[in-house]
Nanobody
Framework: QVQLVESGGGLVHAGDSLRLSCAAS????????MGWFRQAPGKEQEFVAG????????YYGDSVKGRFTISRDNGKNTAYLQMNSLKPEDTAVYYC??????????????????WGQGTQVTVSS
């Protein structure tokens, strides 16, 4: 099974950028599709972005399209989420998740078997 550890969260001002990292271990990273999700207090978990095993196919939630970019480096066993033009409504705990799949990159969190512990992102106005 794969273990996931997120890093890179923090407190920033509106308009700033952050890059989150998700380091994977314990399995062949390229066997997994990766997703980023977030959850704000009192809200449901939200799909942010997903990427297939090769990095060719990428998907985004509507609220982050054009601002966030997902990527992965299979040689470094790491997935990334570059977040630009951050807004206060982006404030949440961000989680990376992994799914053993050659084709699927689902938006539903229940499809993902492995999860990191989360990293807090706070955007002040």
């Amino acid at each position: 099974q794969v273990q996931l550890v997120e890093s890179g969260g923090g407190l920033v001002h509106a308009g700033d950028s952050l890059r989150l990292s998700c380091a994977a271990s314990g399995a062949t990273f390229s066997n997994y599709a990766m997703g980023w999700f977030r959850q704000a207090p009192g809200k449901e978990q939200e799909f942010v972005a997903g990427i297939n095993w090769s990095g060719i196919s990428k998907y985004y939630g509507d609220s982050v399209k054009g601002r966030f970019t997902i990527s992965r480096d299979n040689g470094k066993n790491t997935a990334y989420l570059q977040m630009n033009s951050l807004k206060p409504e982006d404030t949440a705990v961000y989680y990376c998740a992994a799914l053993s799949s050659a084709t699927m990159v689902p938006r539903g969190p229940s499809y993902y078997r492995y999860w990191g512990q989360g990293t807090q992102v706070t955007v002040s106005s």
